[in-house]
Nanobody, 116 residues
Framework: QVQLVESGGGLVQAGGSLRLSCAAS????????MAWHRQAPGKQRELVAA???????NYADSVKGRFTISRDYGKNTVYLQMNSLKPEDTAVYYC??????????WGQGTQVTVSS
């Protein structure tokens, strides 16, 4: 089974930027779609951004215009560029992939902390 490993999290001041990476151990062409979710303390995990195999993207209203999801097939990596970060973006960010079979795969998560 393909594994997902996130990186790029950290501590940043409000207004700053971070780029998260999700590296797959195999080809991301095997996935129907990939996405980033996040979970803040005491809150449910929520979808942040998603990209399908044909390149269709969608974003949570709270991040539209600030975050961009993209992928690099050659590197088997999906990215989340996060700009104009806000304290409310603080959360653990998880990479997620769904295979054509419907089987989901989650990464282990990376912490993003935005200070005010």
């Amino acid at each position: 089974q393909v594994q997902l490993v996130e990186s790029g999290g950290g501590l940043v001041q409000a207004g700053g930027s971070l780029r998260l990476s999700c590296a797959a151990s195999g080809s991301i062409l095997s996935f129907n779609a990939m996405a980033w979710h996040r979970q803040a303390p005491g809150k449910q995990r929520e979808l942040v951004a998603a990209i399908t195999r044909v390149g269709t993207t969608n974003y949570a209203d709270s991040v539209k215009g600030r975050f961009t999801i993209s992928r690099d097939y050659g590197k088997n990596t999906v990215y989340l560029q996060m700009n104009s970060l806000k304290p409310e973006d603080t959360a653990v960010y998880y990479c997620y992939a769904i295979a054509y079979s419907g089987s989901p795969t989650w990464g282990q998560g990376t912490q993003v902390t935005v200070s005010s």
